[in-house]
């Protein structure tokens, strides 16, 4: 019987079997190798071209720390109040002086949405600088949660926007404004005892200015996020739901206040966006309009040439906007800023940890913070860059190793730091 090649010629058994599955076996890892070689090629540019365009705006001042310390400048020479003048000035363990350093650290917090120093003395004022960053972040996760907890639950989501037209007195505009949300709110109470509908809101003011007409200085307005808990919901008594919460608002005009309808506006979020959601959350958790200008380092875009921010007034910084500033912070004293219904957090589901806010921390030594106050800002806004930007390797995923090493590279520079020069070159590292 003839021999079979294919069994007992070596060379036979190369060549027809095992040849062709090893050069494909080698063609396929060479594939996936350049593949990968070249993702993280693009990933590396992508890290330069952001660290390089991060240095650039500093070096001309236009970054998100020199715009937050420009208003806070302006605030401390300019705020209505001592507190909010001095505010984020001096460390909590040096007013208590029979406490020790570290019963009240000062620690720099850094999360997607801002960067806060806790253990310094605050105001508490929403319209601060520093007091709105603090809690902006939380509060803009909380609604994202809660709009989450909606979708998850098959419940219908609107953003809706209030309105009503300028007034010259900012006292007279949230009494205004007071009034009409208590009837929408009134309105939710009429759905739950006639149709059984939960209704959750949380609602936040928000406020532009009228520099050079006094009698319309003042447009403060309403963001908010309203939840029903049908999906099916559409219309009641045969009037959509949008109409009838815009009916309810214009219901309550007066002689001396009348809104008009094309001014108020609802419109469903899509559920099927996770930016869409980001952005909504932001958008009315941003405290008045404030946090997420400062968090962004921009200033909002006005509808016209004769409508400004607050933070437009502070860096305009003239005699007029410096007027209209503290009458400003003067009339909305304990105003509640941002509300949410007590059933906000009924909305919640149980999520995984990697659902939860990320903040990341280092601790400022007391000793050490005569040399980082002038720089924490260009620090923080450093950090946030490095461990929400920087620190996403080839594939997509969070590359936890990079961002333990930007957390000892900036507490050990800040601890072997000696000098302001020390620490402003930490700001040119590349981590």
């Not at 036979?12 to 990968?36: Q, R």
């Not at 001095?86 to 019963?103: G, V």
């Not at 912070?329 to 941002?338: H, K, S």
């Not at 072997?416 to 981590?431: D, K, M």
């Amino acid at each position: 019987m003839p021999k079979d090649n294919k069994l007992h010629n070596p060379s036979g058994l190369d060549s027809i079997c095992l040849t062709p599955e090893l050069s494909l076996s080698v063609s396929g890892y060479n594939s996936e190798y350049l593949k990968a070689m070249a993702a993280i090629e693009q990933n590396r540019k992508e890290r330069k071209e952001r660290i390089d365009a991060f240095i650039n705006r500093y070096e001309n001042n236009g970054s998100q720390s020199q715009h937050l310390k420009t208003l806070m400048q302006f605030q401390r020479q300019n705020a209505p109040s001592k507190t909010m003048r001095i505010c984020h000035s001096i460390p909590i363990a040096c007013i208590k002086k029979d406490s020790a350093p570290q019963e009240n650290p000062i620690t720099l917090n850094v999360n997607q949405y801002a960067y806060s120093l806790k253990g310094l003395n605050r105001c508490k004022n929403p319209y601060c600088i520093q007091c709105s960053r603090s809690k902006a972040g939380q509060r803009a996760h909380r609604i994202k949660n809660g709009i989450f907890g909606a979708d998850a639950k098959g419940l219908r989501v609107l953003f809706a926007t209030f309105t009503i037209p300028r007034q010259e007195c900012i006292k007279t505009a949230r009494a205004e404004i007071s009034r009409r949300w208590k009837g929408l709110t009134e309105l939710f109470h009429d759905w739950k005892k006639q149709y059984g509908i939960t209704t959750y809101y949380t609602r936040a003011l928000d406020v532009t200015f009228s520099k050079y007409v006094k009698a319309d200085r003042y447009h403060l307005h309403i963001h908010s996020i309203i939840v029903l808990d049908a999906d099916t919901i559409e219309s009641l008594e045969g009037q959509s739901i949008d109409d009838m919460l815009i009916d309810r608002w214009i219901s309550q005009n007066t002689d001396k206040v009348r809104c008009r309808q094309v001014s108020q506006n609802i419109q469903t979020v899509d559920l099927n966006d996770d930016s869409n959601i980001n952005k909504v959350s932001k958008y009315v958790g941003k405290m008045a309009g404030l946090a997420l200008e400062i968090s962004q380092g921009t200033v909002k875009d006005a509808k016209s040439s004769t409508s400004s921010s607050l933070s437009d007034l502070m860096i305009d910084n003239t005699p007029l906007t410096r007027v209209i500033y503290n009458q400003f912070l003067t009339g909305m004293q304990r105003a509640r800023t941002l509300q949410f219904s007590r059933n906000w957090d009924d909305l919640f589901i149980e999520s995984d940890e990697e659902d939860e806010l990320q903040e990341y921390s280092i601790n400022i030594p007391l000793d050490k913070w005569s040399i980082v106050r002038d720089h924490w800002h260009d620090i923080g806004e450093k950090m946030q860059m490095e461990i929400f930007q920087n620190s996403i390797n080839a594939s997509g995923d969070v590359d936890h190793h990079r961002i333990e090493t930007v957390l000892e590279t900036v507490q050990d520079a800040i601890n072997e730091a000696s000098t302001q020069a020390e620490i402003g070159l930490l700001i040119y590292y590349n981590f």
